[in-house]
T-cell receptor, first 113, second 111 residues
Framework: AQSVTQPDIHITVSEGASLELRCNYSYGATPYLFWYVQSPGQGLQLLLKYFSGDTLVQGIKGFEAEFKRSQSSFNLRKPSVHWSDAAEYFCAVSNFGNEKLTFGTGTRLTIIP | DVKVTQSSRYLVKRTGEKVFLECVQDMDHENMFWYRQDPGLGLRLIYFSYDVKMKEKGDIPEGYSVSREKKERFSLILESASTNQTSMYLC??????????FGQGTRLTVV
């Protein structure tokens, strides 16, 4: 069965600093990978996704993620965070495109001035 | 804009009640999903549906059922609510070419 691991439960970053959120997946075939963000009291919003092709994926709000098959990873990055990036971030995998997703446990991001 | 609408943001129900959570999407998506979100556990799939009148169990279906009589509507049913079903419930829809869009969530408290 597929699974997703987000090893960091909570990360605190200074505003303007760079950010990397880790995601490792376990899946036998080529995975379809997603990063979602959830602001307090809100539903989930898609940041970016990887299906195939270029392993560096650009998303909304200045985020990017890199698929590394050899490391079974899909880490999310942003060069300079803003206070509005404070939220919970979820990595997810599916075995076929936009079908059912398996989520990680999430990483809560706190931004300090 | 894709819209996934959940009928209630907050619900308080009593133990043993039958509870209906409703979800409607307006983008003609084939796929609809119900997830449960709990702190430290992320989102877990309860049930999903790839077509009208079709349903499949997810990872945690016990204590739940679903109904999809129309393409745009997917209902989650708690047959006899229990306190361990207190949680945030998220509905989502997707299509073959469109990623999953989520509703705002329903925070259910069972007392």
């Amino acid at each position: 069965a597929q699974s997703v691991t987000q090893p960091d439960i909570h990360i605190t970053v200074s505003e303007g600093a760079s950010l990397e959120l880790r995601c490792n997946y376990s899946y036998g075939a080529t995975p379809y990978l997603f990063w979602y963000v959830q602001s307090p009291g809100q539903g989930l919003q898609l940041l970016l996704k990887y299906f195939s092709g270029d392993t560096l994926v650009q998303g909304i709000k200045g985020f990017e993620a890199e698929f590394k098959r050899s490391q079974s990873s899909f880490n999310l990055r942003k060069p300079s965070v803003h206070w509005s990036d404070a939220a919970e971030y979820f990595c997810a995998v599916s075995n076929f495109g936009n079908e059912k997703l398996t989520f990680g446990t999430g990483t809560r991001l706190t931004i300090i001035p | 804009d894709v819209k996934v609408t959940q009928s209630s943001r907050y619900l308080v129900k009593r133990t043993g009640e039958k509870v209906f959570l409703e979800c409607v999407q307006d983008m003609d998506h084939e796929n609809m999903f119900w997830y449960r979100q709990d702190p430290g556990l992320g989102l877990r799939l309860i049930y999903f549906s790839y077509d009208v009148k079709m349903k499949e169990k997810g990872d945690i279906p016990e204590g739940y059922s679903v109904s999809r009589e129309k393409k745009e509507r997917f209902s989650l049913i708690l047959e006899s609510a229990s306190t361990n079903q207190t949680s945030m419930y998220l509905c989502a829809s997707s299509s073959r070419v469109t990623e999953a869009f989520f509703g705002q969530g329903t925070r259910l408290t069972v007392v």
